[in-house]
């Protein structure tokens, strides 16, 4: 049975362009674009239902024209096409800048575009983590999932952190994603200090340092200019020592319904500090990852306590931030079967859900152009609530 919660907001728009633009950043190469395996399959739903869509970079747009290069994924041929397209009313963020001038130009662009046209995006932004762990710790329902959080000030509170959390604290960026540039620091029995953690190209990171000023020296170089937070390093591993987290995908319906579309467990590489796909790990059904761990029953009661929780977050985000159309949510589960809020992502990736079950797969394609299609269909006069993704 599907779990509902229905959407809080009322929305709507009267578009004459009934096109949803999926955004992009093109570059160099075959496929143009990443993620070209997940927007192939958006293309070839969504013109089996007949919704109209395609892909283009927003700084291909020509206000003359009021026209971008868009692009198809021509099944017949098996290639990606191009060709002009009427600038879309409604747009699907689905881009991944490689680098600060990419993301630059990315921002730029809109901006430009949006001087003179309306853009209505499918999906909200999540602000950084520090600010939805601050939101969330707002409402006391969430007080015991949260671990304790704080931003990292500079050598002298780490080595406070160290001396209350003896079993070692992680660190992340504030505004990262997938699992790049984060750092455990461990202090162990002879006094040196193992640093683990992922590049900013997701390599694997390991140093040990002799001592906890060297690694607090090595960690300052590290982080530099950048916003961290801090928080205890939580015991998260799967059935082999591995670390394990669970994501759950939450989408809304054609009617506007919050849908738990699937729950899947992800596995690192044994030493890895990140279950993170994108860092080598790989993705299992959360039922075959907590039975063995915590039983039969015990398991099933975590899985059915994600889904509780899930559905109150999304409910909580969407109060204080807008309206959104997907959410993918980050949990632990400790030794001892404690659930832990880990992150939420308003661009989730789609990996895991075809290990989560039969129709996970399909479901998390389907349902934004289900969503999209029913924004797009709905009668003038409605009010349709915008995010600025500036």
């Not at 204080?320 to 992150?343: H, N, P, V």
């Amino acid at each position: 049975m599907r779990d509902l919660y229905r959407d809080s907001n009322s929305y709507g728009i009267a578009g004459s362009q009934a096109a949803l633009g999926i955004l992009v950043c093109e570059r160099d190469g075959n496929p143009p674009f990443a993620e070209s395996t997940f927007i192939k399959r958006l293309n070839l739903i969504g013109s089996e239902s007949g919704l109209h869509l395609f892909a283009f970079a927003p700084w291909t747009w020509n206000e003359q024209s009021d026209s971008v290069k868009g692009w198809f994924w021509n099944k017949p041929q098996h290639r990606w096409e191009s060709s002009e397209q009427k600038l879309p009313s409604v747009v699907y963020d689905r881009s991944w800048p490689d680098n600060d001038e990419e993301k630059q130009r990315f921002r730029h662009a809109l901006r430009r575009i949006r001087t003179v046209r309306k853009l209505t995006f499918l999906n909200g932004r999540l602000p950084n983590k520090g600010k939805v762990y601050e939101i969330l710790l707002r409402d006391a329902t969430f007080k015991s999932i949260l671990p304790p959080t704080a931003r990292y000030e500079g050598v002298d509170s780490l080595a406070l952190w160290l001396q209350k959390h003896r079993h070692g604290v992680f660190l992340k960026p504030i505004a990262g994603s997938q699992g790049k540039r984060v750092v455990s620091v461990i202090r162990k029995e002879d006094g040196t200090v193992s640093l683990t953690g992922r590049q900013s190209d997701n390599r694997p990171l390991s140093l040990t340092c002799g001592n906890v000023t060297e690694a607090l020296r090595r960690i300052e170089r590290w982080i530099g200019m950048r916003t961290y937070i801090m928080q205890p390093m939580l015991d998260l591993r799967g059935p082999l020592g591995e670390p394990f987290d669970l994501r759950a995908l939450i989408q809304k319906n054609e009617k506007g319904q919050w849908t738990i579309t699937g729950i899947a467990a992800r596995l690192g590489a044994t030493g890895s500090v990140t279950a993170n796909l994108h860092g080598g790990g790989i993705a299992a059904s959360a039922k075959e990852v907590l039975h063995p761990l915590f039983g039969e029953q015990r398991g099933n009661e975590l899985i059915q306590e994600i889904r509780k929780v899930s559905f109150l977050i999304v409910a909580r985000l969407e109060e204080t931030l807008g309206r959104f159309a997907e959410i993918g949510l980050d949990y632990g589960i400790d030794r001892s079967a404690k659930l832990w809020f880990l992150e939420a992502n308003s661009k989730p990736g789609r990996s895991a859900m075809g290990s989560a079950d039969g129709e996970a797969a399909y479901k998390a394609a389907e349902q934004p152009l289900s969503y999209a299609r029913s924004i797009l269909l709905r009668p003038p006069g409605r009010v349709i609530h915008e995010f600025d993704h500036l």
